[in-house]
């Protein structure tokens, strides 16, 4: 079966066909899906109605996969494999969540524009969410280009960001959505890192803004003025020119590139209707400031241009 690649917007996401995630995908079958990947930042699969494993196997072959017990309960963690990260207003003996019930809290954070694991050292490379039950209307995902919304930036612009480094923390993001009670335990186990805003991807060469709901200042900067900059590059990178909405499919598998996009949830029936998804994730190799004192150590770090 020949790997297809169409295409879905102007500046990214393409539907991939030809190709069944339930059996093993051959190194040759992948070669043509990670330069797909590299190109259009997200994939659309339809029709692969995977098992976990199945999930887990295909994940890792973008890299290793992360293990997200941290959020859930331990039944359902018991219930499946631990690198599976439920993305559900369903508990695990099938019914409904409760309204006060604090996994809801997670759902609503997901419906702020973010990039997955930004808050962590390592932060992700992608994620792959898998559809199993999907309500009639609503519960859509959608996504936005950060390498289109980049090049679009004006050159000024460009010039005056290229290399900042910004602080990432989930307790940012958090606080938006209203939750501030967390113990000092909880913020000690996850502390704020530090991450480039412009990321520059190895496999294309092109540039894109790294920014997400979890990004909270500037480095250097008064945080006032960090937030107010952060805050207009969200604006801008959210436009509708650079946003893909997906209509999710039972069956569906969508894999996105955490480093050049950013995604958020929408809103559904979720007192009445179910939505089952699982997310596996793919750390990258190397924290994103890291890599650029790497790839230019006399730059790196410098909020100006010589
Ligand atoms: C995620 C996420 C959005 C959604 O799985 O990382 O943000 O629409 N999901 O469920
Ligand atoms: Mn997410």
């Given at each position: 079966?020949?790997?297809?690649?169409?295409?879905?917007?102007?500046?990214?996401?393409?539907?991939?066909?030809?190709?069944?995630?339930?059996?093993?995908?051959?190194?040759?079958?992948?070669?043509?899906?990670?330069?797909?990947?590299?190109?259009?930042?997200?994939?659309?699969?339809?029709?692969?109605?995977?098992?976990?494993?199945?999930?887990?196997?295909?994940?890792?072959?973008?890299?290793?996969?992360?293990?997200?017990?941290?959020?859930?309960?331990?039944?359902?963690?018991?219930?499946?494999?631990?690198?599976?990260?439920?993305?559900?207003?369903?508990?695990?003996?099938?019914?409904?969540?409760?309204?006060?019930?604090?996994?809801?809290?997670?759902?609503?954070?997901?419906?702020l524009w973010h990039?997955?694991?930004?808050?962590?050292?390592?932060?992700?490379?992608?994620?792959?969410?898998?559809?199993?039950?999907?309500?009639?209307?609503?519960?859509?995902?959608e996504f936005a280009d950060m390498?289109?919304a980049?090049?679009?930036?004006?050159?000024?612009?460009?010039?005056?960001?290229?290399?900042?480094?910004?602080?990432?923390?989930?307790?940012?993001?958090?606080?938006?959505?209203?939750?501030?009670?967390?113990?000092?335990?909880?913020?000690?186990?996850?502390?704020?890192?530090?991450?480039?805003?412009?990321?520059?991807?190895?496999?294309?060469?092109?540039?894109?803004l790294?920014i997400a709901a979890?990004?909270?200042?500037?480095?250097?900067?008064?945080?006032?003025?960090?937030?107010?900059?952060?805050a207009e590059l969200m604006e801008f990178a959210t436009q509708p020119e650079f946003v893909y909405?997906?209509?999710?499919?039972?069956?569906?598998?969508?894999?996105?590139?955490?480093?050049?996009t950013m995604h958020r949830?929408?809103?559904?029936?979720?007192?009445?209707?179910?939505?089952?998804?699982?997310?596996?994730?793919?750390?990258?190799?190397?924290?994103?400031?890291?890599?650029?004192?790497?790839?230019?150590?006399?730059?790196?770090?410098?909020?100006?241009?010589?």
């Amino acid at each position: 079966m020949p790997v297809t690649v169409t295409p879905l917007h102007k500046h990214f996401m393409a539907e991939i066909g030809g190709v069944d995630l339930t059996r093993p995908v051959a190194p040759e079958t992948f070669a043509e899906i990670r330069a797909a990947f590299d190109r259009h930042a997200i994939l659309v699969f339809h029709g692969q109605p995977v098992s976990d494993t199945q999930q887990v196997e295909f994940s890792a072959l973008f890299g290793p996969v992360f293990t997200t017990t941290r959020y859930h309960r331990p039944q359902e963690v018991q219930d499946r494999r631990k690198e599976m990260s439920p993305i559900t207003n369903i508990d695990h003996e099938g019914r409904i969540l409760p309204p006060d019930d604090d996994r809801r809290m997670h759902a609503r954070a997901n419906q702020l524009w973010h990039t997955d694991n930004s808050f962590k050292h390592v932060p992700a490379l992608c994620s792959l969410l898998s559809a199993r039950e999907i309500p009639g209307t609503g519960g859509n995902t959608e996504f936005a280009d950060m390498r289109a919304a980049y090049d679009a930036l004006p050159e000024a612009r460009k010039q005056e960001i290229d290399r900042l480094i910004v602080e990432h923390s989930i307790f940012h993001s958090r606080a938006k959505i209203g939750f501030t009670d967390y113990s000092d335990g909880a913020r000690r186990e996850l502390p704020p890192v530090q991450q480039v805003l412009v990321r520059e991807l190895p496999e294309s060469g092109r540039k894109a803004l790294y920014i997400a709901a979890h990004a909270s200042h500037v480095i250097g900067w008064p945080v006032e003025k960090g937030r107010q900059l952060i805050a207009e590059l969200m604006e801008f990178a959210t436009q509708p020119e650079f946003v893909y909405s997906h209509r999710w499919r039972a069956g569906d598998l969508i894999v996105w590139d955490n480093r050049c996009t950013m995604h958020r949830a929408t809103p559904y029936a979720e007192m009445t209707e179910r939505r089952v998804l699982y997310r596996t994730t793919v750390s990258d190799e190397i924290n994103s400031v890291e890599r650029q004192s790497m790839l230019s150590p006399r730059k790196a770090g410098a909020a100006h241009h010589a």
